[in-house]
């Protein structure tokens, strides 16, 4: 069955620090994985990986993508109260139709 | 303004009365999606169609029902709503199934 695992379940850092979230996956004829930030509304799309070991940047976030070990990380650095939201990550098949969605990671950051 | 809407936004309704939950999409996507959220199991996917006329399960489709008459449109139908159906719902749609998903505000749902 294919599942998507997020760790840590939740966090609790101060502001300045910097997090790594990590996304482990299983999912049949593997296509891409997406990152997403939810805060207390819809998720917003934050990254789309589709091959190993190129890291992609926006600002102060980037994320990698290990197809060999099935998993990928968020990283965060300089951490802000703006940062603080569940973090989530998917998996998506080759015909792209189905995503799976990992259970998140909820950040928090304190001042 | 691009943007995915999803109408009512809340709805408190009773086991066994039929419900439909509208998602509309003004950017001419052909992927449409719906999820449900829940406490500790993230979001998992009810429905999904890849374009007019084609809809497909995803992994929790069961007392669900949809349908994709115009590509604008994918309402969500709870033929006979239960509980276990209280959740939030979110309808997502995408320029093609490979690419990025936007997702509608969010719909919650009590069903007593």
């Known amino acids: 069955e294919d599942k998507v695992v997020q760790s840590p379940l939740s966090l609790v850092v101060h502001e300045g620090d910097t997090v790594t979230l990590n996304c482990s996956y299983e999912v049949t004829n593997f296509r891409s994985l997406l990152w997403y930030k939810q805060e207390k509304k819809a998720p917003t799309f934050l990254f789309m990986l589709?091959?190993?070991?190129i890291e992609k940047k926006s600002g102060r976030l980037s994320s990698i993508l290990d197809k060999k070990e099935l998993f990928s990380i968020l990283n965060i650095t300089a951490t802000q109260t703006g940062d603080s939201a569940v973090y989530l990550c998917a998996g998506r098949n080759s015909s792209a139709s189905k995503i799976i969605f990992g259970s998140g990671t909820r950040l928090s950051i304190r001042p | 303004e691009a943007q995915v809407t999803q109408n009512p936004r809340y709805l408190i309704t009773v086991t066994g009365k039929k419900l439909t939950v509208t998602c509309s999409q003004n950017?001419?996507?052909?992927?449409m999606s719906w999820y449900r959220q829940d406490p500790g199991l993230g979001l998992r996917q009810i429905y999904y169609?890849?374009?007019?006329?084609?809809?497909d399960k995803g992994d929790v489709p069961e007392g669900y029902k949809v349908s994709r008459k115009e590509k604008r449109n994918f309402p969500l139908i709870l033929e006979s709503p239960s509980p276990n159906q209280t959740s939030l719902y979110f309808c997502?749609?995408?320029?093609?199934?490979?690419?990025?998903?936007?997702f509608g505000p969010g719909t919650r749902l009590l069903v007593l």
């Open positions: 950017m001419n996507h052909e992927y």
């Open positions: 997502a749609s995408g320029k093609r199934a490979s690419e990025t998903q936007y």
């Open positions: 589709t091959s190993s070991g």
């Open positions: 169609s890849m374009n007019v006329e084609v809809t």
